[in-house]
Structures are given as C-alpha cells and as structure tokens.
C-alpha cells in the first residue's frame, strides 16, 4: 500500500518530534557532569557538522543541486545564524533556570508563533480559529508558569524568557526553512544551517576548552545531541516541511510535549502540578484546533474568516 505524500509528512514530523523530545533531557545531563551551555553548544554543533558533511559530499556527488547562488548562501547563513544558533543558544541558557518538561511546554508555543509570522512575513490572513489558539495558549502558559509559585522550584522568570526567546528563534527558523526547502535539498538545508551555527558559535566564543580536554561522558553526550536532535531530526522535519508546510509541521511537532514530559518524569524524576498538567494540555489543544480548523476551512473550500 503506497504512502501519500501527507501521510508521510506527518510520519516524518511525528518522528521527528520523538528525537527532539530527548534533547532536553540530554541538556540537562550535561549540566549534571559540570559541561557549561556554551561548551555544550559547540560540541553539539562540531559533531553536526562532523556527521553533515560527508554525507552532504556523497549527496551532492550523486544527485547535483542547484549551484550554491551568493543569495541562496545568505538565506542559509540567516536561517543557521539567527534561526538555528539563536534558537538553541536561548533553550541551552534556559534550561539552566527552567525544568525540562516545563520548558518544554512553554517552547511548543511556538507554532502559534510561526501563523502569526505566517501571517505577518506571507500576507497569510488569520482568521478566529487562530485567536483561539492564541487565547488558549496564552492560558496554557500562565497556567504552566504557575503564578502562584513562580520564581520557586523548576521555573523563574530569567528561564521563561530565555525559553520563549529560543521559542521566537525557532518559529524564524521553521518560516524560513519553508522558503529555503523551495530552492534547496532538507540534506543541503540541514547541512548549512548546522554549518552557519557553527560558525556563529565560534566567532562569539571559541572552543578553547576543547585544548584543556572533555571527558569520555562529555563527548559522547555532545555527539547523542548531535546525531539525535540536529542531524537525524532536522533531516525529518524539512523532510516534512517539504511535504506538508511548516504550519503543519509545527504543529504536528507539539506531540514532543508529552514524549518531553515523559521522558523528565522518568529519567529526571521531575513531576509537574496539577495546574501544570492543564496548562500543557490547553497549549497542545489549542495547536491542535488550529490544524483542525485550518484543515476544515481547506476542505470547504474557503479561507479563515478575517478578523
């Protein structure tokens, strides 16, 4: 039985989501062995690039591209720089404030995010399905944040608005990978953009601690975030974005919300609160409604109504 291309579009993105659900649980192992943000991000991306590159060589060897135009290379080094590096140096800083399931949650805000830029940045009208999913997940986050304890225990305010700087980075990151998968490979889009946030990373701050020596547990830590989260799942997710849009994309990624949670209560032993739980569960909801709206419209044949 063959696969539509929306069905693997979604079997894509799902799996996807599954290995990003693991990175935070890795980030925060890595702070347990005394690896700082800043080192733990450039080992991430000198693995990345590491694993990127012979397989973009072999890719490239044996089904030619398009030649590498000086905009084209531009486009790449914005999406790396700002969308890639920026993206995950906020969620590494966060992580040190903030708990793994907790910012998680408030990270996966970011498809509402993406149909507002969708509709600031392509002219995309927004209609009252998506103000839904605004409200509810504005609610969601309030409720997630838990104003009555805040400051205390897995959340404070320096880590809520690292994550949700990271969560601005990626929704740049997601839109404008829509556009460059239009002119290049998701191999060639991942390879570059892992490339340019290399770069970033090492202009800003050189890896000198790599000359003091990293330990066995460091290094195999940096090469699992690496292989899991920026090669395998970027390749799955522009995969996916090439089949079905980055809306969709994003949206189908927030099922990472329950696999992250997952994931911290049993290998970090982290417990969300009841508010909590509600909250993550309002976020999810309201991406979802969205995708159902959006879909609904799509299948009658109109637009979402202006508002």
Not at 262 to 281: D, N, P, R, W, Y
Request: proline share 3%; with cysteine; charged share 10%.
């Amino acid at each position: 039985m063959k696969i539509s291309s929306e069905h693997a579009g979604v079997i894509f993105t799902l799996a996807s989501a599954m290995l990003f659900a693991v990175g935070p649980i890795i980030i925060k192992l890595a702070y347990q062995v005394q690896l700082s943000n800043w080192q733990f991000l450039s080992l991430q991306y000198l693995w990345s690039v590491a694993l990127l590159l012979p397989l973009y060589l072999l890719g490239r060897s044996k089904h030619p591209e398009q030649p590498m135009t000086k905009g084209k290379l531009g486009s790449l080094a914005l999406q790396g720089s700002i969308g890639a590096f920026g993206g995950a140096a906020f969620l590494f800083t966060g992580y040190q404030y903030i708990g793994a399931a907790v910012g998680t949650v408030i990270f996966y805000t970011y498809p509402a995010f993406v149909a507002l830029g969708a509709r600031i940045f392509f002219r995309e009208r927004l209609g009252k399905t998506h103000f839904i999913c605004l409200f509810l997940t504005f609610i969601g986050v309030l409720l997630t944040i838990d104003l009555q304890s805040f400051g205390q225990g897995d959340v404070s305010l320096k880590g809520v608005l690292l994550i949700f700087a990271s969560t601005l980075c990626y929704a740049f990151f997601s839109l404008y990978g829509e556009r460059n998968l239009k002119l290049s490979s998701p191999l060639e889009v991942t390879f570059f953009t892992q490339m340019f946030a290399l770069l970033t990373c090492l202009i800003i701050k050189p890896p000198y601690f790599l000359f003091q020596g990293v330990s066995k547990h460091a290094l195999f830590l940096g090469f699992a975030m690496a292989f899991l989260t920026s090669v395998c799942s970027y390749l799955l997710l522009f995969k996916g974005i090439s089949l079905i849009g980055a809306s969709k994309s994003a949206v189908i990624g927030t099922f990472q919300i329950p696999f992250a949670i997952f994931l911290a209560m049993v290998v970090l032993k982290e417990h969300l609160t009841l508010s909590q739980f509600i909250g993550a569960s309002l976020i999810l909801g309201g991406i979802i409604y969205l995708y159902a709206g959006k879909n609904h419209d799509d299948r009658h044949g109109f637009r979402q109504d202006s508002c």
